[in-house]
Protein backbone atom coordinates (compact mmCIF):
# COMPACT_ATOMS: atom_id res chain seq x y z
CA UNK A 1 0.00 0.00 0.00
CA UNK A 2 1.07 3.57 -0.82
CA UNK A 3 2.01 5.19 2.45
CA UNK A 4 1.93 8.40 0.79
CA UNK A 5 -1.17 8.31 -0.19
CA UNK A 6 -2.36 7.13 3.33
CA UNK A 7 -0.63 10.47 4.79
CA UNK A 8 -2.55 12.67 2.08
CA UNK A 9 -5.90 11.32 3.21
CA UNK A 10 -5.04 12.01 6.96
CA UNK A 11 -3.36 15.59 6.01
CA UNK A 12 -6.36 17.26 6.52
CA UNK A 13 -5.96 16.58 10.44
CA UNK A 14 -9.83 15.17 10.11
CA UNK A 15 -11.00 11.75 11.71
CA UNK A 16 -11.19 9.28 8.61
CA UNK A 17 -12.59 5.99 9.37
CA UNK A 18 -10.93 2.88 8.61
CA UNK A 19 -13.45 1.80 6.62
CA UNK A 20 -13.40 5.26 4.71
CA UNK A 21 -9.92 5.45 4.32
CA UNK A 22 -10.26 1.64 2.42
CA UNK A 23 -12.23 2.75 0.20
CA UNK A 24 -10.13 5.97 -0.90
CA UNK A 25 -7.38 3.78 -1.32
CA UNK A 26 -9.13 1.11 -2.54
CA UNK A 27 -7.58 -1.48 -0.37
CA UNK A 28 -8.96 -3.51 2.63
CA UNK A 29 -9.34 -2.28 6.25
CA UNK A 30 -6.65 -5.18 7.23
CA UNK A 31 -4.26 -3.36 5.03
CA UNK A 32 -5.08 0.52 5.86
CA UNK A 33 -4.79 -0.89 9.51
CA UNK A 34 -0.91 -2.29 8.96
CA UNK A 35 -0.23 0.85 6.99
CA UNK A 36 -1.71 2.59 9.72
CA UNK A 37 0.91 1.17 12.00
CA UNK A 38 4.03 1.66 9.65
CA UNK A 39 3.62 5.47 9.53
CA UNK A 40 3.77 5.23 13.32
CA UNK A 41 6.98 3.18 12.79
CA UNK A 42 8.00 6.30 10.87
CA UNK A 43 7.30 8.64 13.97
CA UNK A 44 3.84 10.17 12.90
CA UNK A 45 1.71 10.82 16.17
CA UNK A 46 -2.00 8.76 15.38
CA UNK A 47 -4.86 9.70 17.24
CA UNK A 48 -7.49 6.82 17.61
CA UNK A 49 -10.85 7.25 18.77
CA UNK A 50 -13.55 4.62 19.15
CA UNK A 51 -16.64 5.59 16.61
CA UNK A 52 -14.50 8.29 14.76
CA UNK A 53 -11.84 6.76 13.30
CA UNK A 54 -8.17 7.98 12.85
CA UNK A 55 -6.50 10.88 12.77
CA UNK A 56 -3.15 13.32 13.10
CA UNK A 57 -3.83 15.80 15.50
CA UNK A 58 -3.17 19.24 13.69
CA UNK A 59 -2.58 17.94 10.36
CA UNK A 60 0.28 17.38 8.43
CA UNK A 61 2.06 20.06 5.87
CA UNK A 62 3.76 17.78 3.41
CA UNK A 63 6.50 18.58 1.15
CA UNK A 64 5.96 17.74 -2.47
CA UNK A 65 9.00 18.14 -4.92
CA UNK A 66 6.97 19.69 -8.19
CA UNK A 67 5.79 22.16 -5.66
CA UNK A 68 9.88 23.32 -4.41
CA UNK A 69 10.41 23.05 -7.67
CA UNK A 70 7.93 25.56 -9.06
CA UNK A 71 9.01 27.98 -6.59
CA UNK A 72 12.41 28.26 -7.51
CA UNK A 73 13.20 30.94 -9.62
CA UNK A 74 16.93 32.46 -10.02
CA UNK A 75 18.43 29.69 -9.54
CA UNK A 76 16.10 27.31 -11.21
CA UNK A 77 19.20 26.80 -13.76
CA UNK A 78 21.94 25.57 -11.33
CA UNK A 79 19.96 23.18 -10.24
CA UNK A 80 21.01 19.59 -11.09
CA UNK A 81 18.21 17.45 -9.73
CA UNK A 82 15.88 18.01 -6.15
CA UNK A 83 15.67 14.23 -3.62
CA UNK A 84 12.47 14.51 -1.20
CA UNK A 85 12.78 11.17 0.77
CA UNK A 86 10.02 10.10 3.03
CA UNK A 87 12.55 8.82 5.48
CA UNK A 88 16.05 8.45 5.87
CA UNK A 89 19.16 8.36 8.47
CA UNK A 90 20.44 10.95 7.28
CA UNK A 91 19.88 13.61 4.20
CA UNK A 92 23.79 14.89 4.09
CA UNK A 93 25.16 10.97 4.29
CA UNK A 94 23.02 10.56 1.31
CA UNK A 95 24.60 13.49 -0.89
CA UNK A 96 27.97 12.70 0.41
CA UNK A 97 27.18 9.07 -1.47
CA UNK A 98 25.58 10.20 -4.45
CA UNK A 99 28.07 10.82 -7.69
CA UNK A 100 25.39 11.46 -10.28
CA UNK A 101 25.88 14.99 -10.84
CA UNK A 102 29.31 15.80 -13.07
CA UNK A 103 28.75 19.35 -14.17
CA UNK A 104 31.22 20.88 -11.33
CA UNK A 105 28.34 24.17 -11.49
CA UNK A 106 24.91 22.77 -10.46
CA UNK A 107 23.81 21.98 -7.12
CA UNK A 108 21.86 19.05 -5.93
CA UNK A 109 19.39 19.33 -2.95
CA UNK A 110 17.93 16.53 -1.17
CA UNK A 111 14.91 16.96 1.64
CA UNK A 112 13.76 14.27 3.88
CA UNK A 113 10.38 14.22 5.92
CA UNK A 114 12.06 12.84 8.56
CA UNK A 115 15.34 12.04 9.65
CA UNK A 116 16.17 9.11 11.65
CA UNK A 117 19.89 9.51 12.42
CA UNK A 118 20.19 13.84 11.73
CA UNK A 119 23.59 15.35 13.21
CA UNK A 120 24.78 18.66 13.94
CA UNK A 121 28.20 19.96 14.79
CA UNK A 122 30.78 17.95 16.70
CA UNK A 123 28.64 14.99 16.62
CA UNK A 124 25.15 16.39 18.15
CA UNK A 125 22.26 14.59 16.95
CA UNK A 126 19.55 16.90 15.15
CA UNK A 127 15.97 15.53 16.07
CA UNK A 128 13.90 15.32 13.33
CA UNK A 129 9.92 14.54 14.23
CA UNK A 130 8.08 13.39 10.91
CA UNK A 131 6.99 16.23 8.95
CA UNK A 132 7.39 19.04 11.32
CA UNK A 133 10.32 20.83 10.44
CA UNK A 134 12.83 21.29 7.49
CA UNK A 135 15.72 18.91 6.75
CA UNK A 136 17.73 20.08 3.55
CA UNK A 137 21.05 18.64 2.21
CA UNK A 138 22.67 20.72 -0.50
CA UNK A 139 26.05 19.21 -2.84
CA UNK A 140 28.33 21.42 -5.06
CA UNK A 141 31.81 21.49 -6.12
CA UNK A 142 34.38 24.13 -4.90
CA UNK A 143 37.89 24.67 -6.44
CA UNK A 144 41.15 25.35 -4.81
CA UNK A 145 42.77 24.51 -1.86
CA UNK A 146 41.96 25.03 2.12
CA UNK A 147 41.72 28.43 1.68
CA UNK A 148 39.08 28.51 -0.54
CA UNK A 149 36.77 26.77 2.04
CA UNK A 150 37.61 30.02 4.79
CA UNK A 151 34.43 31.31 5.95
CA UNK A 152 32.28 29.33 4.03
CA UNK A 153 30.19 27.86 7.22
CA UNK A 154 29.77 31.40 7.89
CA UNK A 155 28.40 32.48 4.65
CA UNK A 156 26.01 29.91 4.77
CA UNK A 157 25.10 30.97 7.85
CA UNK A 158 24.15 34.70 6.50
CA UNK A 159 22.27 32.86 3.35
CA UNK A 160 19.59 31.86 6.20
CA UNK A 161 19.62 34.52 8.58
CA UNK A 162 18.75 36.77 5.14
CA UNK A 163 16.07 34.17 4.25
CA UNK A 164 14.70 34.44 7.52
CA UNK A 165 14.86 38.26 7.94
CA UNK A 166 12.99 39.30 4.59
CA UNK A 167 10.17 36.52 5.75
CA UNK A 168 9.82 38.91 8.67
CA UNK A 169 11.24 36.71 11.46
CA UNK A 170 12.64 39.77 13.66
CA UNK A 171 15.78 39.45 15.67
CA UNK A 172 17.67 37.03 13.69
CA UNK A 173 21.16 36.22 15.26
CA UNK A 174 24.33 34.39 14.17
CA UNK A 175 26.37 32.58 17.04
CA UNK A 176 30.01 31.34 15.62
CA UNK A 177 30.66 29.56 13.08
CA UNK A 178 26.61 29.13 12.09
CA UNK A 179 23.82 28.08 14.47
CA UNK A 180 20.97 31.10 13.49
CA UNK A 181 19.50 32.23 16.87
CA UNK A 182 15.55 34.05 17.88
CA UNK A 183 16.00 35.97 21.18
CA UNK A 184 19.16 33.37 22.07
CA UNK A 185 17.25 30.33 21.46
CA UNK A 186 17.89 28.11 18.99
CA UNK A 187 16.26 28.10 15.08
CA UNK A 188 18.17 26.64 12.90
CA UNK A 189 22.10 24.82 12.56
CA UNK A 190 23.98 23.84 9.88
CA UNK A 191 26.83 21.24 8.83
CA UNK A 192 28.90 21.24 6.60
CA UNK A 193 31.15 18.22 5.52
CA UNK A 194 33.94 17.67 3.00
CA UNK A 195 35.04 15.49 0.01
CA UNK A 196 38.08 15.83 -1.72
CA UNK A 197 41.59 17.53 -1.57
CA UNK A 198 43.16 20.82 -2.69
CA UNK A 199 44.58 19.43 -6.69
CA UNK A 200 41.11 17.80 -7.21
CA UNK A 201 38.77 20.66 -5.17
CA UNK A 202 36.02 19.91 -2.97
CA UNK A 203 33.03 18.22 -3.21
CA UNK A 204 30.81 20.16 0.05
CA UNK A 205 27.60 18.78 1.35
CA UNK A 206 25.77 21.60 3.75
CA UNK A 207 23.17 20.25 5.77
CA UNK A 208 20.06 22.43 7.33
CA UNK A 209 17.61 21.96 9.83
CA UNK A 210 15.36 24.86 10.33
CA UNK A 211 12.53 24.20 13.31
CA UNK A 212 8.98 24.72 11.63
CA UNK A 213 6.48 23.55 12.99
CA UNK A 214 7.62 22.06 16.18
CA UNK A 215 5.89 21.30 19.28
CA UNK A 216 6.36 21.67 22.54
CA UNK A 217 6.13 18.20 23.12
CA UNK A 218 8.11 17.11 20.15
CA UNK A 219 10.98 19.09 21.56
CA UNK A 220 11.08 17.43 24.39
CA UNK A 221 14.19 15.63 23.93
CA UNK A 222 16.35 18.76 22.95
CA UNK A 223 19.01 19.47 25.58
CA UNK A 224 19.29 23.84 25.00
CA UNK A 225 16.80 26.46 24.39
CA UNK A 226 14.93 26.23 21.04
CA UNK A 227 12.35 27.97 18.92
CA UNK A 228 10.21 27.36 15.81
CA UNK A 229 9.24 29.61 13.13
CA UNK A 230 5.51 29.00 13.93
CA UNK A 231 5.85 30.68 17.44
CA UNK A 232 7.60 33.44 15.68
CA UNK A 233 5.20 33.93 12.87
CA UNK A 234 1.44 33.12 14.33
CA UNK A 235 0.11 35.02 10.69
CA UNK A 236 2.58 33.37 8.39
CA UNK A 237 1.17 31.87 5.68
CA UNK A 238 4.15 30.25 4.21
CA UNK A 239 4.25 26.55 3.81
CA UNK A 240 7.02 24.41 4.50
CA UNK A 241 7.83 23.53 0.99
CA UNK A 242 7.92 27.36 0.22
CA UNK A 243 10.21 28.09 2.85
CA UNK A 244 12.10 25.35 1.42
CA UNK A 245 12.39 26.78 -1.60
CA UNK A 246 13.07 30.59 -0.96
CA UNK A 247 15.79 28.79 1.80
CA UNK A 248 17.64 26.78 -1.43
CA UNK A 249 17.85 30.10 -3.56
CA UNK A 250 19.10 32.26 -0.91
CA UNK A 251 21.90 29.51 0.06
CA UNK A 252 22.68 28.88 -3.79
CA UNK A 253 22.67 33.05 -4.55
CA UNK A 254 24.96 33.02 -1.68
CA UNK A 255 27.17 30.74 -2.83
CA UNK A 256 27.23 31.78 -6.13
CA UNK A 257 28.73 35.52 -4.45
CA UNK A 258 31.09 33.42 -2.45
CA UNK A 259 32.39 31.92 -5.06
CA UNK A 260 33.53 35.46 -6.29
CA UNK A 261 34.15 37.25 -3.42
CA UNK A 262 34.63 35.21 -0.50
CA UNK A 263 33.67 35.31 3.09
CA UNK A 264 34.82 39.26 2.76
CA UNK A 265 31.89 39.97 0.51
CA UNK A 266 29.24 38.61 2.82
CA UNK A 267 31.19 40.08 6.39
CA UNK A 268 29.27 42.93 6.67
CA UNK A 269 25.83 40.82 6.65
CA UNK A 270 27.53 38.53 9.58
CA UNK A 271 28.11 41.45 11.54
CA UNK A 272 24.85 42.73 11.18
CA UNK A 273 23.97 39.20 13.12
CA UNK A 274 26.19 38.55 15.02
CA UNK A 275 25.06 37.20 18.17
CA UNK A 276 28.33 37.04 20.22
CA UNK A 277 29.86 40.23 19.12
CA UNK A 278 31.11 41.84 22.81
CA UNK A 279 30.34 39.11 24.36
CA UNK A 280 32.31 37.23 26.72
CA UNK A 281 32.80 33.67 25.38
CA UNK A 282 34.53 30.86 26.03
CA UNK A 283 36.17 28.08 24.12
CA UNK A 284 34.52 24.77 24.79
CA UNK A 285 36.29 22.27 26.30
CA UNK A 286 39.11 25.01 27.24
CA UNK A 287 40.57 27.13 29.51
CA UNK A 288 40.35 30.03 26.98
CA UNK A 289 38.43 33.20 27.63
CA UNK A 290 37.61 36.31 26.46
CA UNK A 291 35.53 39.15 24.55
CA UNK A 292 33.97 38.67 21.08
CA UNK A 293 35.71 40.93 18.50
CA UNK A 294 33.72 39.86 15.84
CA UNK A 295 35.47 38.02 12.99
CA UNK A 296 37.95 38.49 10.44
CA UNK A 297 37.86 38.70 6.69
CA UNK A 298 38.72 34.48 6.38
CA UNK A 299 35.79 33.71 9.12
CA UNK A 300 37.74 33.33 12.17
CA UNK A 301 36.97 34.31 15.42
CA UNK A 302 38.60 37.10 16.80
CA UNK A 303 38.71 37.01 20.74
CA UNK A 304 40.30 39.64 23.04
CA UNK A 305 42.51 37.65 25.67
CA UNK A 306 44.35 39.86 28.68
CA UNK A 307 44.25 42.86 25.67
CA UNK A 308 45.82 40.72 22.73
CA UNK A 309 43.38 39.22 19.64
CA UNK A 310 43.56 35.78 19.22
CA UNK A 311 42.21 34.34 16.11
CA UNK A 312 39.67 31.06 16.12
CA UNK A 313 39.54 28.90 13.67
CA UNK A 314 35.96 27.33 12.93
CA UNK A 315 36.97 23.81 12.76
CA UNK A 316 38.66 23.37 15.48
CA UNK A 317 36.50 24.66 18.59
CA UNK A 318 32.69 25.46 19.28
CA UNK A 319 32.54 28.67 22.01
CA UNK A 320 29.93 29.83 24.14
CA UNK A 321 28.31 32.63 26.43
CA UNK A 322 30.57 32.60 29.23
CA UNK A 323 28.03 33.97 32.33
CA UNK A 324 31.03 33.26 34.99
CA UNK A 325 32.32 37.24 33.31
CA UNK A 326 29.13 38.78 33.26
Known sequence: ????????????????????????????????WKSLSKLEEHGVCLEKTKGKGYRIVGGLDLLDREGVLSRLESCSGLLHDLHLLQSIESTNSYLMADDSCVNPDHYVVCMAERQTAGRGRRGRAWHSPYARNIYLSLSFHLNGGSESLDGLSLALGV??????????????????????????????????ELKGEAEQGWKVVVGLGLNVLMSRSEGLEIDQPWVSISSLLNNSLLSRGEWAALLIESIINTIELYRDCGFKGLLSDWERYDALSQKHVMVVGGDLRGVCEGVDERGRLMMRVDGDIKLINAGEVSVRSDESSN
Open 1 to 32: MDLLALLNCLADGEYHSGVELGHKLNVSRTSV
Open 159 to 192: AVANCLSEQGVMGVGLKWPNDILVGGKKLAGILV
